[in-house]
């Protein structure tokens, strides 16, 4: 409905409403409005939310998702509508926002899932996932269930959190309606075939237990989706992609300037911007002459048949390498070495490690067909990347900060998919596809209260979207950042403008570490160590803290930083220090963003 139209009659609103709304619309920009508009469905979200977790007492199903970085959100919202689409009453709830005592009324329960850490659930999931492990947890014996796992076969802990899901709900006496569904990456068919599989089951179920199935009665929102998202991007422009690590650096990094003019796309700091790449064509067509295959012979995607050389550049994995392609492989071109590797699950996943697909078949040559290597191949997925840029500041633009991957194995050298598209690539006015993954784990406090970001490398990227809000908020809240890197003069990423920050009074207190400009490596760890007492102060004073970066190395031993200081200077036990933490977690003024 346009503006000019709306009117009391028009419209749920009073007179006086409209007249509020037209006064508050009619000069607003289109980026105003876009964020207006979206603020607005927020609030509609979090009340209609609300409604949703009350009526689920009477719900013939519920869908519970947890979701760290949008997959599962997205499968659970897919799965809803087509329940719905069926006449099935459906209550779509986020685990984050699911009261446990609900449990006991639930008599239908689809729970989808992924796994993050090192097997651990997503933040969503931590609360109900510790709630149904422990004795508080009562009998769930007129329950039936469902559990759909999202994961990655490259982990050691595939499907972890799924898996503790399924097997906690049947120890509460709760009846699987169906086998656990695990999914890799490409996860798309086997969810599509589980979720004709679970309809099938609840149609019966439901039609015969619930005569008010197809009532319009307690029918829950689906959780919003913008226009655009992971399967519908947007074509945006690349502005620019510039190198911010001098010439002697050992890192390439890349400032990346994204133009959503007239998308209409809203971003909040905290979020990620999802990034479809193209596959390198020279390493495509080294990977087609070394299987003596060729570019034009058409293959199968999606039920089109497109070119050989089309389908390794735009649709497969080429450049992360999963278990089952050593097994695929090693069976199609009959290789028993591979196929012995790929029943050991260690030793495969050793072998992926710093393996693309070409290392595979250069050193274990065969012949294969092209139909059995693209059987072979993973789906290609989007990369996500921490949104660097506050709309406040760019308005319709998006940063990046991107670290390109490349590194030297078996004689060659080798990049990262993605990173090597944004930094090497794609050149200024190129058009790329995004979309915008929402991360509400990873948001800043009110504008009075202070906050403490620890982000060496890349992790810089949301704290510099972090202040660059702060600044435009006006907000009072003190602001202090962990910032560390190789050397001060080839890796200070963002330098003059954490120094302009530091100028203005944005930015209370900068510590820096840079690990390889003395004899001693330095680290962000070591800062914290240093500034312990102060650190502590800020967090007894209410900051809020964040982490975001590496998730191998750092993210673990800042942690462990974090809980010597609540030790040392709170004059704790290491117990209490970590309940300390998990409390902050808790209350959300503990948040990882972590890679
Ligand atoms: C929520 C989130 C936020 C993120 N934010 C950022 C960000 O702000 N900036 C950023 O740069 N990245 C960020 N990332 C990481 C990013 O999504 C990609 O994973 C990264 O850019 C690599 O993708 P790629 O396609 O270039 O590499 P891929 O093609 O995925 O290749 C990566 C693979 O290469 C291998 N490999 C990598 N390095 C080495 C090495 N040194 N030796 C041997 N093997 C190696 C490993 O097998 C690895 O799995 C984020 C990730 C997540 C989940
Ligand atoms: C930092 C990180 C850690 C992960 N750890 C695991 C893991 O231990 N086990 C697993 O099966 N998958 C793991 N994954 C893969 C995710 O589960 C997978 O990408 C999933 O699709 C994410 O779904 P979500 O977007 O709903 O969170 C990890 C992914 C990331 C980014």
Known sequence: MLLQQLNSLSSPLSTQQVDSLKQLTANASAVELSWISGYLAGISQATLGAVAVQASSNASLTVLYASQTGNAKGVATQVAAAAKEQGIEVNLVSMSAYKTKLLKQETHLLVVVSTHGEGEPPDDAIALHGFLGSKRASKLESLEFAVLGLGDTSYEFYCQTAMDFDERLIALGAKPMLARQDCDVDYDDDVLAWQQQILTVLADTLTQDNTNAASNHGVSPMVASSQYNKKNPYGATLLASQKITSRQSSRDVRHVEISLEDSGISYQPGDALGVWFDNDLALVKELIELTHLSEEQSVSFNEQQISLSEALVKHYELTQLHPGFVAAYGAAIENNELIALSEDKSAVREFIKDRQVIDVVRQYPGAITSELLIGALRKLTPRLYSIASSQSEVEDEVHLTVALVEYDAFDEKHQGGAS???????????????????????RLPAPDKAVIMIGPGTGIAPFRAFLQQRENDGASGQNWLFFGNQHFTDDFLYQTELQDFKDNGVLNRIDLAFSRDQEHKIYVQDR????????????????????????????????QALIDVICQHGNKSTEQAQQYLTDLHSNKRFQKDVY
């Open 420 to 442: 090597s598209y944004l930094s090497r690539r794609l050149e200024e006015g190129d058009t790329l596809r995004v979309y915008v993954e929402p991360n509400d784990n990873f």
């Open 528 to 559: 914290i160590r240093e500034q312990g007492q102060e650190l502590l102060s800020w967090l007894d004073g209410g900051a809020s803290l964040y982490i975001c970066g590496d998730g191998n190395a750092m993210a673990k031993d800042v942690e």
